[in-house]
């Protein structure tokens, strides 16, 4: 079988929170890049935002996105943005106990010296028929560097991840069967 | 290597309410289930379900999306009743011959006994002229391990198949 999925790093979220999680030294020898997160905030709502940044590089005209998104108090919608960080939605400190996001993050050709591309699937769960989020991003990172390195936070510099939230990156390999 | 077949399930020609994975390894970090399925209930269409530990109580919340080809709507439930978390709608009896919808469903940490489970799936189906394109989650409320997994319908059609992955955070051994 084709070595196709490979893990790189995953971390774990200590008893003390994390306010940040960094993968450094992403290496470079595979094709896509997919990252895989289980997390819950600690700030007071149902929601919380974490951010994707990619090698350090904050400037805001580097990101944006456009989202099919369902709250479900209300219908679906869809927009985009400009500006903001990629992001996931995920559950807050006001959602159900013990409930964290199922998230994933696929970015294709991440050392190409294009601009990055990425699909982003995550849900915000809640014990209630509405307060819960699902939602589906097509993201853009504007730089032409390979990524080297990915940092997820809150998207206000408030809020941590709690104790057991889990970030593991894989290496995806494209290759002839 | 990180991702491991455990099992798969092919419907045979009389046909299946559902197909049941039992003694789930506890090895793996993640699951992930692959389907490709149609049903053979006449009416209307409904979605293929998704129950853990056997547990058909009324301990999920289930929140679901979707796009018909002309506009879409989102919904959600809890409470009592639902014993169960949505996947994907299924082409049934008057869909389109020989159409099979498809779909992917993830479950992560399904042995950390610090978390609900939160499952996430997306799939649908096209029927040329026809069709729904699908995204749910929804939580059971309930830490314990998964060791089980039950992915129904009213009635599964032949040629129906359900895979279910193992997903590691390391390199296994051997592998």
């Known amino acids: 079988m084709s070595v196709f999925l490979q893990p790189i790093y995953t971390q774990t979220v200590g008893s003390g929170g994390a306010s940040s999680i960094t993968f450094n030294n992403i290496p470079q020898t595979f094709t896509d890049l997919k990252i895989v997160v289980s997390t819950r905030m600690n700030n007071a ?77 995550t849900t915000g769960e809640n014990n209630a028929t509405s307060g819960a989020w699902l939602t589906e991003y097509a993201s853009l990172y504007r730089s032409t560097s390979p990524i080297t390195s990915i940092t997820l936070n809150d998207l206000f510099n408030s809020a941590s991840f709690v104790q057991y939230s889990t970030f593991s990156l894989y290496g995806v390999l494209r290759q002839g069967v | ?98 159409v099979f919808g498809s779909g992917i469903i993830d479950i992560l940490d399904y042995t950390n006994t610090n978390k609900n489970k939160t499952v996430r799936s997306i799939g649908g189906f096209d029927a040329n002229g026809s069709g729904y394109a699908n995204l749910s989650s929804g939580v059971w409320m309930n830490t314990s391990a998964i060791t089980s997994i039950l992915v129904s319908y009213p009635n599964y059609a032949q040629y129906t198949t359900v895979s279910l992955y193992g997903i590691t955070t390391s390199s296994v051994t051997g592998a």
């Open chain 1, 45 to 121: 709502s149902t929601l919380g935002y974490t951010t994707i940044r990619f090698n350090g590089d904050t400037a805001s005209t580097l990101y944006s996105y456009t989202y099919l998104d369902a709250n479900l108090g209300g219908g679906p919608s869809s927009s985009r943005s400009s500006g903001n960080p990629w992001f996931l939605n995920v559950p807050g400190a006001s959602s159900t106990t013990n409930t964290f996001s199922n998230s994933e993050v696929y970015i294709p050709n991440y050392t190409s010296s294009n601009y990055k591309q990425g699909i982003l699937d």
């Open chain 2, 1 to 98: 290597m990180s991702m491991y077949p455990i099992a798969t399930t092919t419907v045979g020609s009389g046909g299946s309410t559902g197909v049941t994975f039992s003694s789930i390894p506890q090895n793996f970090t993640h699951l992930q289930i692959r389907y490709s399925v149609r049903g053979t209930n006449s009416g209307t269409n409904d979605f293929t379900y998704v129950q853990l530990n056997g547990d058909g109580g009324n301990n999920y919340a289930r929140h679901h999306m979707q796009g018909d080809g002309s506009s879409a709507i989102s919904f959600g439930q809890t409470g009592s009743g639902i014993g169960a978390i949505w996947a994907a709608q299924v082409p049934f009896a008057s869909t389109t011959s020989n």
